[in-house]
């Protein structure tokens, strides 16, 4: 793994572990510190996730046209100015307006570095792009333990201390990736020949494609921390128990990934048989939710819902590369990112609606349904591709 790969990998490690100070926090700030409803909250934290759908398409065409450095310390800009002014002013409205202003600019960051890591180490294939997933995971459970940690002194050192990691990771990246050079676009070993080079709308129409049940399974996903937490309650398991299950999530992330490693190797060496794996484990997980009633069922489901994490989130931006033309690395990475926070900004909403229209179990049949959906559209998004790629070989042949 190229010197560069490790900085950026780094630096992301600390900026997600700062914004997770931050994140976890935000509907209890709003709430109980600045003395506004829920209503309220729950639109202040919506227009965040708008806010960082726009950077992400922003942040990709940002890197198609200027490149990775320019952008990322743009992006990183940006946050950093919102972040520094959270800490002297965070009473209403300045704390709704900093959060937008935070929720576009790491809306640039994250599909800039995963675009990034791709020019960086492009024979690395999935594994750069997994390495970037890993580091993000550690971030989360760093920046959560501590968060809480740090807020029960004062809220005010929640924004000394993302502003501070922000400051890091701002370092990092322009010191350490400022002279970087990175190598052209090349054609990787088990890669379907000629995939960049064919026409970008069978591309486009294939990412789309694919992306609709990427966005789907985000939907689904989302509800643990949502509707399946208010569930949890209500079956009188405790507070702790349930952050229990999110540390056994953050552990397996981390600890099994030599293991995963392996099995993708040894049985899932084309990226699209591994998303396929994933998603049909995703679908046995919320089965397993549909019949839970005791602590038990959930930590089982929520083990089997991080494999099938495991092996999706990293695969989807993967295959984003592979199909990108060049120069639209960015933008696909782009879209990748804002599907993925538009599937986390619709999912609450829909989940809530679902939950109070229908209950419990019919939320969890409509999740089952939304997995299968994302497995058929994973299994169908590339098959104009292939005609594309067949065709093209065709021609070469009698020319």
């Given at each position: 793994?190229?010197?560069?790969?490790?900085?950026?990998?780094?630096?992301m490690a600390m900026n997600v572990t700062g914004a997770?100070?931050?994140?976890?926090?935000?509907?209890?700030?709003?709430?109980?510190?600045?003395?506004?409803?829920?209503?309220?909250?729950?639109?202040?934290?919506?227009?965040?996730?708008?806010?960082?759908?726009?950077?992400?398409?922003?942040?990709?065409?940002?890197?198609?046209?200027?490149?990775?450095?320019?952008?990322?310390?743009?992006?990183?800009?940006?946050?950093?100015?919102?972040?520094?002014?959270?800490?002297?002013?965070?009473?209403?409205?300045?704390?709704?307006?900093?959060?937008?202003?935070?929720?576009?600019?790491?809306?640039?960051?994250?599909?800039?570095?995963?675009?990034?890591?791709?020019?960086?180490?492009?024979?690395?294939?999935?594994?750069?792009?997994?390495?970037?997933?890993?580091?993000?995971?550690?971030?989360?459970?760093?920046?959560?333990?501590?968060?809480?940690?740090?807020?029960?002194?004062?809220?005010?050192?929640?924004?000394?201390?993302?502003?501070?990691?922000?400051?890091?990771?701002?370092?990092?990246?322009?010191?350490?990736?400022?002279?970087?050079?990175?190598?052209?676009?090349?054609?990787?070993?088990?890669?379907?020949?000629?995939?960049?080079?064919?026409?970008?709308?069978?591309?486009?129409?294939?990412?789309?494609?694919?992306?609709?049940?990427?966005?789907?399974?985000?939907?689904?996903?989302?509800?643990?921390?949502?509707?399946?937490?208010?569930?949890?309650?209500?079956?009188?398991?405790?507070?702790?128990?349930?952050?229990?299950?999110?540390?056994?999530?953050?552990?397996?992330?981390?600890?099994?990934?030599?293991?995963?490693?392996?099995?993708?190797?040894?049985?899932?060496?084309?990226?699209?048989?591994?998303?396929?794996?994933?998603?049909?484990?995703?679908?046995?997980?919320?089965?397993?939710?549909?019949?839970?009633?005791?602590?038990?069922?959930?930590?089982?489901?929520?083990?089997?819902?991080?494999?099938?994490?495991?092996?999706?989130?990293?695969?989807?931006?993967?295959?984003?590369?592979?199909?990108?033309?060049?120069?639209?690395?960015?933008?696909?990475?782009?879209?990748?990112?804002?599907?993925?926070?538009?599937?986390?900004?619709?999912?609450?909403?829909?989940?809530?609606?679902?939950?109070?229209?229908?209950?419990?179990?019919?939320?969890?049949?409509?999740?089952?349904?939304?997995?299968?959906?994302?497995?058929?559209?994973?299994?169908?998004?590339?098959?104009?591709?292939?005609?594309?790629?067949?065709?093209?070989?065709?021609?070469?042949?009698?020319?």
């Amino acid at each position: 793994m190229p010197r560069a790969l490790y900085i950026l990998i780094i630096g992301m490690a600390m900026n997600v572990t700062g914004a997770s100070f931050l994140w976890p926090m935000n509907a209890i700030y709003v709430h109980e510190h600045l003395g506004k409803s829920l209503s309220i909250a729950g639109i202040v934290l919506m227009i965040n996730s708008g806010a960082s759908v726009v950077g992400n398409l922003v942040g990709g065409m940002w890197f198609d046209k200027i490149g990775g450095f320019k952008s990322i310390m743009l992006g990183i800009v940006i946050t950093l100015t919102a972040l520094i002014g959270l800490v002297f002013f965070h009473g209403w409205p300045h704390y709704a307006i900093f959060l937008a202003i935070i929720g576009f600019g790491t809306g640039i960051v994250f599909p800039v570095a995963y675009a990034y890591a791709g020019a960086i180490w492009p024979e690395g294939g999935r594994r750069a792009f997994n390495a970037l997933y890993v580091a993000q995971n550690i971030g989360v459970a760093i920046g959560s333990a501590l968060g809480g940690l740090v807020a029960s002194y004062s809220f005010a050192f929640i924004f000394i201390a993302n502003a501070l990691l922000y400051v890091g990771f701002f370092l990092m990246i322009s010191i350490g990736l400022k002279n970087v050079r990175v190598a052209k676009r090349i054609e990787k070993q088990n890669e379907r020949p000629g995939t960049a080079s064919i026409g970008s709308r069978a591309s486009w129409n294939a990412l789309v494609t694919l992306c609709v049940g990427y966005f789907l399974c985000w939907v689904s996903y989302v509800q643990w921390s949502t509707t399946i937490a208010t569930y949890t309650q209500e079956l009188t398991m405790t507070l702790k128990q349930y952050s229990l299950l999110w540390t056994i999530n953050g552990a397996l992330i981390v600890l099994a990934q030599p293991l995963l490693s392996a099995i993708v190797q040894r049985w899932m060496q084309k990226v699209k048989r591994q998303m396929l794996i994933g998603f049909a484990i995703f679908i046995v997980s919320f089965s397993i939710l549909l019949k839970a009633t005791s602590f038990f069922d959930f930590i089982l489901a929520m083990i089997v819902l991080t494999i099938a994490e495991m092996l999706v989130w990293p695969a989807i931006p993967t295959v984003a590369n592979r199909l990108a033309p060049e120069g639209k690395e960015g933008f696909y990475q782009g879209f990748v990112n804002s599907t993925a926070t538009a599937g986390r900004m619709v999912g609450p909403v829909l989940g809530g609606f679902i939950v109070d229209a229908a209950g419990i179990k019919p939320l969890f049949v409509a999740l089952i349904i939304f997995s299968s959906l994302s497995f058929i559209t994973t299994l169908l998004y590339d098959r104009k591709l292939n005609k594309c790629v067949n065709k093209e070989k065709q021609t070469v042949t009698m020319g």
